[in-house]
């Protein structure tokens, strides 16, 4: 087919180069391993939704939805309003609701997607781009250990992958909410929404616009006062006692939120934080939330957010608590290629070039490249039988680190690594299973 | 977030449940592993090109494409007119394009993703649906041995696979193309959609639409002669030239289906078949055309289907040759599930169920578990310390085979496999990496 001329890309819709996608995999394979391992069951559901269950969730959400219509319709078939989905929490609460009977509960579940929204694009910002969801839901009652499950599991898949330190930060709903009542203020939804601007614009003016909303001056400072609180062991208790507040709400989260940082001293210690400013903006979440911000790239915001809700989803009869956590994938890969300059040693799988040697004999080294398929090494045998200085060229132009020229017409089968300059007999490789330099490695850059 | 009440499907939008999906997952973890082994390097495409690059593709397409548009748009953002890929080789071929000066080739990539069709649903025909692409594209001119390379890829993915036998039907669009016009009939591309048909209506009613196309009742006999040739080696040269018809484009195009099928009898005997009827719908093949049948299956269509086009894209200045071959995934896994019972062994990725002896030791549980993730084995923690025969019936609803009881107050660890009934120490355990049943299975239904 003959494409149109112009090619422009489209603004918040990222594509990758080969060797940043080969990055892209490195990093999904790590988060599907380490959900796997922790026995979440992977789940893909629909791209669309109906839109009247995509409105009204809350934030900007609305104006945010792409609609999806056939350019041309019949009158066979009736289509519904569909929506592509902005997230992948609202069509699992769906699913949950769909197949509830066919469903072992507690259900935990990974699922990872592109999500589309239509907001401005900006650096860190895109209209599609993919996330990996981690759920755990239960009928009626959810235990309470789940909440501190969740962000171990994410302390294990950032660990693994190359992102340098980061902070889980986490708190519980209740704190803040037992907090303002026991100090007075009633409106817990707006002012949980001014504190949430502390990062944004400071203390100074959140006092401000505490006030403005009916806070006295002593109560916005008290509000600041148990913001300000964070601690990577269980000293944010007796800090929040200090301020001598007293409300049931308030201890029942203090107790919450010390179960989670107690069971994250034991598995990652360092790694989780008590941070009594994190609120997320949804109004679904009710217990513990969590936020994750990479060291030293702060200012990039959080790349992997949840937490735990009392009814992710209700058929009006029952209802289905869960706690989940999210990683922002695309935010991440795209930190990592265009902030830290990372990518792949290579732009292809292919760890070796199996040199062809004359036209005549391009089925030998097809039989070469079989053979080495065979034991899991992946291979391509080159395009064309060109002088070997080109066909090393090849491979060197894509970073393919070996060649193997068979040994057509006498002699044995020679293994040249291209970095080294190093060439053996084949016989002499003991390649038994593919070595690790026989996948694409993560390139840092150099200082 | 509480969703609303009612819940239903939608039409052509399939969704899978949890053992179902571990079923695709592995066939996808197959299909991938088979393409990178070759050396095919892994591309992702944005889900939406402008509109009038998707239109005018051919065929039914036009009518068939889902437009995307933001719900609610504002001054600041203008939106391009945007729909849903309908295949992977159109955003492939802008993908090329836009980004040549930064690719090496030949290039080789594969794509696996949702694709978006408005076509009426109907069994193995979906609206939103996975495709498995390969292609390799090159600047101006195309090596012809790519074209043998392409069913080979598949056969050894097909194989992998708990598929049955298959068929890899190739055909060489210059062979009808040569003999239509050595007997006369100019309307090449009329009567090959005429042909096409042959499977549908049989071989009267193709002769009748030959002639009312202006035929003569020879010409239409000979072109259905054509038609009925098959062989799983070269015989099918012998058995046109008997036909007695002369034309450069049909020697060049028996020289070319010649070529790959030695191939394939070298490396696949009795899977690629010479297959003179194939012909597949789309005018920009060119050269070599793929279908493939499951046999016992034939009903269900083609399950993987491609073939050599001339000019994949072009600017104007640069053509792109190249060839192609796409798995029609969603189709194939839902014939193994729905038309052959295939499903897999259990509903979770976790292999053990880590029991907990009481509320207080459930610390104890997660270290065991940590320390079997540890060794590559996924495993979950079970969620409430309720009696053994309850945390047994929680490991046996989702059929993870083992569970584990710490050895909590004296005693030793034990293991037991609950398809067995057979418990034994957990230090006797050979588990040095993950045994073959610690990934699901494949489960086939009993005759």
């Known amino acids: 087919m003959t494409a149109p001329t112009r090619v422009t890309p489209i603004s918040g819709f990222p594509e990758l180069l ?104 900006q650096e860190g910002r895109f209209r599609e781009f993919t996330q990996a969801d981690i759920d755990v839901v239960d009928v009626g009652e959810l235990a309470p250990h789940f909440e501190a499950e969740m962000p171990l599991v994410i302390a294990e898949v950032f660990r693994r992958l190359p992102l340098g330190e980061f902070r889980i930060q986490v708190n519980n709903r209740k704190i803040p909410e037992g907090f303002y009542l026991g100090i007075g203020l009633t409106d817990v939804a707006g002012t949980l929404r001014i504190v949430d601007k502390l990062d944004k614009v400071g203390p100074d003016k959140v006092t401000g616009m505490l006030v403005a909303a009916g806070a006295t001056p002593e109560q916005a400072d008290r509000a600041l006062a148990l913001a300000s609180i964070r601690s990577v062991d269980l000293s944010f208790v007796d800090r929040v006692r200090a301020l001598g507040v007293e409300h049931p709400t308030l201890d029942e989260g203090l107790d919450a939120l010390a179960a989670v ?31 994750t911000q990479l060291v030293g790239d702060e200012a990039w915001g959080s790349v992997c957010s949840g937490g735990r809700y009392d009814s992710l989803a209700s058929d009006g ?34 760890a070796v070039l ?22 899991g090494i992946p291979c391509e045998v080159a395009p064309a039988a060109s002088r070997f200085g080109k066909q090393i060229r090849y491979a060197d132009r894509r970073g393919i680190p070996f060649v193997w020229f068979p040994g057509v017409g006498g002699g044995g089968d020679q293994v040249k690594d291209i970095r080294s300059g190093e060439q053996v007999d084949a016989d002499a490789l003991t390649w038994q299973c593919p070595p690790a330099d026989l996948r694409p490695a993560v390139v840092t850059p150099q200082p």
Chains 1, 2 share one sequence.
Do not use: C
Not at 59 to 69: A, C, L, M, P, S
Not at 281 to 288: A, E
Not at 357 to 370: C, N
């Open 354 to 375: 199996v040199a062809v040697v004359d036209e005549e004999s391009r089925t030998a080294s097809r039989h070469v490249a079989s053979a080495l398929r065979g034991r």
């Open 18 to 121: 080969p060797a940043e996608r080969l990055l892209e995999l490195h990093i999904l394979d790590v988060v599907r391993e380490v959900f796997e391992l922790h026995g979440f069951t992977p789940l893909e559901t629909r791209a669309v939704e109906p839109v009247d269950r995509l409105v009204g969730q809350g934030g900007d959400t609305d104006k945010e939805i792409y609609g999806v219509t056939r350019l041309a319709s019949d009158d066979t078939v009736r289509d519904a309003a569909l929506g592509l989905h902005f997230d992948l929490t609202v069509p699992f609460a769906r699913y949950v609701l769909e197949n509830a009977g066919r469903l072992a509960f507690p259900f935990r579940r990974y699922q990872i997607q592109k999500v589309w929204r239509g907001e401005r694009p």
């Open 261 to 291: 940082i107690a069971v994250g001293m034991d598995e990652a210690p360092g790694v989780l934080v008590a941070d009594l400013r994190v609120a997320r903006g949804l109004d679904y979440y009710t217990g513990t939330v969590y936020e």
């Open 317 to 350: 009869r029952t209802s289905y608590p869960g706690v989940g956590i999210s990683i922002g994938l695309t935010r991440l890969v795209h930190l990592l290629i265009a902030k830290r300059g990372l990518t792949a040693s290579r732009s292809t799988p292919a």
